[in-house]
């Protein structure tokens, strides 16, 4: 990796604030900060975890750095470019280096279209797209694709003619992985991405990432509220609190000796630790 | 004397689109006043159904045989008008999500009362001041104003709590309580789980605790049961159920799981958390294969044996039993 490149991913003195319905007809809306001044770096092939209570601000940050929204204050860098000020068709192009998983495999996929469908729906964005060994995704193509990303998590390609219904949940979030994987991303920002999974299905989806990250080189971004599936998954973390980082460091560290009331306080919640 | 809940060999077929699938096959259990016993199980596994038997809430068309006995009661015998009158009553029950649990359009202090007139004349003043006291003793801050509340004016936790309240209007012999913490934050879901702990334990009711989460499960219950595939597989007091892990899906489910401080300080590039290989079968693939023990074609210690007929319970300590032939006892 070139020392000189900029980082994958860096925040800086992130902000977003949201205006709240006003309360009576005359008074000014109230407003939440949602994210207030959050800053760090994401190098490519490592993960950062985020963790807090509903409310903390978890997935705010994660719609702002797919670039889903625009900050209230401060920016964010992708590849050392700030994504929401791109023009229109750049930033379409710019989004197949970025994909999301999220937490519920029965709500993220559409019952009516086929997994070749759901799968390659991504392709779409790459059209136009400069770099010349991917333009003019061909529908030829597009099946290759297809198979390619499906059998990096693990699936067949009998199983692209199917429906979401014919998958039980663990397999369907490989199928949310596969479609995540097709445009060839450098970052995934995972929401939740086990918490919907049965234990024993949980395990083998964590197993799947850190395959895909060995052998990839991808980078996530990693939200959770389970503090064990973090420390799993992640070389750091931060802890989000009322949309403030609170702590941050190396998971390991953060989780033995943490510093933080409000991170102590997450670690005492974590259900018994059986042994 | 008979225990206040006791199932027995408990069967349940539910009718599907693909034809009659038995959902449990063979469920049996006891639990008494003031004890707690946990259901543990995955998706499919049958916890839930096992509750709604419990509750006479079973899908129209599911044949039930074997037996619940409940305060002296044989429960599958009962009909609608009996077990309406039970329900709510001497069963209080807590489920998953409380905000659909709740109507959005009344009032918490007005759900709360409707479940005690349901079963108790009362009147207008004194139904008022009890729903006052359950919100109280369900640890509600402001209860007094939050009596006139709706469901979205309150936090996950608060609604749950409402949801415990109405619980516990008529003061129930038994609380069922199927994954009451899953939708909530982890500190609050630790607050709401003591606090079913505390009123279990002042008001001596038993404890019917279902989830999918070891970790909820170890200081909260005296016993647990593993279900997996509508059977329960390994049954016994709580730490020796951890101590043990006599059946393979308990020893798959306790180390699939990832635990804080498991990875250590240094982490280790290779390291991999250890699966169950496949899934957890459907209902009607299992009723396919017929005979044998469900956890055979997951089970890394299958023997030939395994296929033939389901496995016997094997004595594996006191009170605690696991169904697999592989235990020498």
């Not at chain 1, 964005?125 to 990096?152: F, G, I, K, Q």
């Not at chain 1, 799947?208 to 064990?228: E, V, W």
Request: proline content about 6%; hydrophobic content about 45%; aromatic content about 4%.
């Amino acid at each position: 990796m070139n020392p000189a490149a900029p980082p994958l991913l860096q925040a800086q003195d992130l902000g977003k604030r949201y205006r709240l319905p006003r309360r009576t007809l005359l008074s000014a809306a109230p407003e939440v900060q949602a994210l207030d001044d959050v800053s760090f770096t994401l190098h490519q092939g490592r993960s950062l975890g985020v963790v807090g209570e509903s409310g903390s601000g978890k997935s705010t940050l994660a719609r702002l750095v797919m670039a889903l929204e625009t900050p209230s204050s401060g920016q964010v860098r992708f590849e050392g470019r700030e994504l929401v000020r791109l023009p229109a068709a750049a930033l379409r192009r710019a989004r197949g280096d970025l994909q999301m998983v999220f937490q519920d495999p029965y709500g993220s996929l559409d019952p009516r279209r086929t997994v070749e469908q759901t799968v390659c729906d991504p392709l779409a964005l790459l059209a136009d797209a400069p770099r010349a060994a991917e333009r003019h995704v061909r529908v030829d193509e597009r099946r290759a694709r297809a198979v390619e990303a499906l059998s990096a998590v693990g699936l067949r390609e009998a199983d692209l003619d199917k429906y979401p219904h014919e998958f039980s949940g663990g397999q369907r979030q490989r199928i949310a992985i596969a479609r995540a994987l097709i445009t060839r991303p450098k970052l995934i920002v995972a929401d939740e991405p086990v918490s919907a999974l049965d234990v024993s299905v949980q395990a083998q989806v964590l197993n799947l990432m850190a395959d895909l990250q060995a052998t990839l080189g991808l980078t996530y971004l990693f939200i959770s509220h389970d503090l064990a599936v973090v420390e799993w998954v992640c070389d750091e973390v931060l802890v989000l609190q009322s949309g403030r980082v609170v702590e941050r460091g190396p998971t390991a560290r953060v989780f033995s000796e943490p510093q933080h009331a409000y991170t102590k306080r997450l670690l005492a919640a974590v259900p018994g630790r059986p042994v | 004397m008979v225990p206040l809940l006791e199932v027995a060999n408990l069967r349940v077929t539910l009718p599907t689109a693909r034809g009659p699938v038995e959902a449990l096959r063979g469920v049996s259990f006891a639990l008494d006043r003031g004890q707690t016993l946990g259901l543990i199980g995955e998706s499919g596994s049958g916890k839930s159904l096992t509750a709604l038997s419990l509750m006479g809430l079973l899908p129209e068309g599911a044949r039930v045989s074997g037996s619940i006995g409940f305060a002296g009661q044989e429960l599958t015998a009962l009909d609608d008008e009996a077990m309406c009158r039970l329900r709510g009553r001497r069963i209080g029950m807590v489920f998953q999500e409380p905000m659909s649990a709740l109507n959005p359009l009344q009032t918490v202090g007005a759900q709360i009362v409707e479940a005690m007139h349901q079963h108790r004349e009362l009147s207008r003043a004194a139904a008022h001041e009890e729903a006052w006291r359950l919100l109280e003793r369900v640890q509600m801050p402001q209860a007094r104003a939050r009596l006139e509340a709706y469901p979205h004016q309150l936090s996950g936790g608060q609604r749950q709590r409402v949801v415990i309240a109405i619980a516990l209007a008529n003061s129930p012999d038994l609380l069922i309580a199927d994954e009451p913490t899953t939708a909530l934050d982890a500190t609050i879901q630790r607050e709401v789980l003591d606090l079913i702990a505390d009123l279990v334990q002042i008001s001596g009711m038993g404890l019917l605790l279902i989830s999918h989460d070891l970790g909820v499960m170890a200081d909260r219950v005296q016993r647990l049961a593993v279900m997996y595939g509508g059977t329960v597989v390994e049954q016994g007091p709580t730490p020796q159920v951890f101590a043990r892990l006599a059946h393979p899906y308990t020893q798959g489910l306790f180390a699939a799981r990832p635990r804080l401080g498991g990875r250590g300080a240094v982490r280790d590039a290779g390291a991999r958390l250890v699966t169950i290989p496949g899934r957890v079968p459907d209902l009607f693939d299992l009723q396919q294969r017929l005979k044998g023990c469900p956890f055979a074609d997951r089970c890394d210690r299958v023997i030939d044996a395994c296929h033939v007929a389901p496995p016997a319970a094997v004595q594996v300590g006191p009170a605690h039993e696991a169904r697999c032939l592989r235990i020498a006892a």
